[in-house]
């Protein structure tokens, strides 16, 4: 019984990693490439690239470790707890991604700005900015803790974290320049990938 849940575990883990990977492809192909061509707004600088290879990198590393894995015959309880751990955080990344693309159904890879664009401060955007880049460094923390990685471990806190860290920032430049105001206020009240736990008080104005 431990050794059956233990795999049904790891494969659960696996397959919203690699799930995940698959519906970026499938969002850059079917989306991105047009959006690029409509939009008023493309930066192009290396940090809006920067991320770019993660779901490619998170796709390699998941499946050469699910192919790889070898479970004990019986699990101890420490590592079905991992285990079990692991499957909790992939769980929430991937009710987070559902629930992203319900508030922003028309989604896509890059950055980019559309004429016909809202500043979406729906869903999971009402508490933080970047949910979508806040399941993926989840996702990757799952599959570091649920395969017992090293090697996922320090991809994730030494390209992950800071690649996303950066793209966001590019990412929210962007949309400065041009909802102005209506995002400045919205920055204010949420936090980046994490909800703010106290809002802040507007700036006060020059006199």
């Known amino acids: ?26 969002i850059f192909f079917r989306r991105s490439l047009s959006y690029r061509k409509r939009a008023v707004a493309t930066p192009g600088s290396w940090a809006d690239f920067i991320a770019y290879p993660e779901p490619y990198l998170l796709f390699a590393v998941t499946l050469s470790l699910w192919i790889l894995h070898e479970p004990a015959t019986v699990p101890a309880t420490v590592e079905l707890a991992r285990v079990g751990v692991g499957v909790v955080i992939a769980l929430t990344a991937l009710a987070i991604q559902l629930w992203s693309i319900r508030a922003f159904p028309t989604v896509a ?6 004429p016909e664009q809202q500043l979406i401060t729906k869903g999971p955007y ?3 900015r970047h949910p979508i880049y806040a399941l993926v460094i989840l996702i990757w923390v799952s599959v570091a803790i649920g395969f017992a990685s090293l090697v996922a471990g320090l991809i994730t806190v030494g390209y992950v974290i800071p690649a996303y860290v950066i793209y966001s920032r590019s990412e929210e430049k ?13 920055r204010r009240n949420t936090g980046a990938f994490f909800p703010r736990l106290r809002k802040r008080a507007p700036a006060a104005s020059a006199p």
């Open 109 to 114: 890879v890059g950055h980019y700005v559309l």
């Open 174 to 186: 962007m949309m400065l320049e041009h909802f102005g105001d209506a995002y400045r206020a919205y």
């Open 1 to 26: 019984m431990e050794s059956y849940l233990y795999s049904i575990g790891i494969g659960v883990i696996a397959l919203i990693a690699l799930g995940r990977a698959a519906v970026v492809l499938y």
């Open 126 to 128: 009402a508490y933080v």
